[in-house]
């Protein structure tokens, strides 16, 4: 009954509520709390916990999750509040000396060095993208982590491909933006660009006009400036002609990878003008005279022929830890859409993935 309305008595005479009962006025305790408020109280019930246990609690977290998808649960807890985030960032090691990805710049951290992170790529001809996951078994296909996607389009003459951390968002605009591969107008070189972060402060600047797609309608919003050369791609065949059906050659150069810092924040980053630059070649494969074909020794991570299949090796130092046969990536076809990537040391998931996407844009 609606406070105001009269009440009828069994007699039919009409009775008005008492103001004694119902004039009073209570204060309403929940509008006391805002938001922000209820969130701040959270925030130190959580971060009241002994530092030393709590430090104890999320080492047991992280070293029972060693992969994916328990993985996340690390990364749940690190969103608790700014002290679990602080405690985890702290023990999480970066790939290079754990072998795992746990957080999303670990993408843009070099592999491990003993070991090679295998990951595999999906290709849709029709939207013309392509998707890496993380191998979360020893299959060479299961459902996997999704890491990265790409969408490959055409700017005037140029073949460009723009990498994304969201698979909705491939934007050169948007947050999930991390880098670029663009290649000549053979096809032939490709320059790999790490988007950087603008400064605090300071507001995204775009060159003057915008870029269409050659022969469609759309228009691709330009890149940001704030972008860092942090690697170069060239393909070519073996004995040096462009007609000639053989295997590739491939080479790359990138920055000396960065060994300190922690697995969200990498102390320095790489960039190609740095004078020690690494190049790495592909391993020459060699003639098997019963198959008729060119073979090299995938370790059972490649099952198709194909030409755009390639392993790099790491370069040759007399004072760096690097064998001359060691694998720093290894690239091929298992099906028709499914591709094999394994990378370490000194590449980062972001170099590896932007050098097999080279792979699909050359012309040879």
Known sequence: MVPWRRRRTSSGRSVRPSAERNAK????????LSPLAGEEAGEERWS????DLLADILRRVESSSERWPSRRD?????????????????????????????????LKQPG??????QCFINRNKKKSTFSLYLGLTQELTDEGKFMLVARRFRRGLHME??????SDDLSEGSPSHIGNLKSNFMGTKF????????????????????HHWFGSKQVIPPVCPGSVEVGRVSHSHIYGSLKYEGPRRTRCVVPFPFTEGTAVDPQGAGQLSNPRSLVLDSKVPRWHEHLQCWCLNFHGRVMI???KNFQLLAPVSHTEPWDEEKVALQFGKIEDDVFTMDYREPLSAFQ???ICLSSFGAWL
């Open 25 to 32: 006025v209570s204060p309403d305790a929940s509008a006391d």
């Open 352 to 354: 590896a993935f932007a």
């Open 191 to 210: 320059t790999i660009s790490d988007r950087q972060p603008p400064c605090e402060g300071g507001e995204k600047a775009f060159s003057r006009g915008s």
């Open 112 to 117: 491990p060095r003993d070991t090679l992170i």
């Open 74 to 106: 690390v990364v749940a807890c690190a969103g608790v509040c700014r002290q679990w985030r602080d405690v985890v960032v702290a023990i999480v090691r970066p790939p290079l000396k754990s072998g795992r990805i746990t957080f999303p710049s670990s």
């Open 305 to 307: 022929a194909s030409i």
């Open 48 to 51: 009241a916990l002994v530092p």
């Open 161 to 166: 491909y723009v990498i994304s951390m969201n």
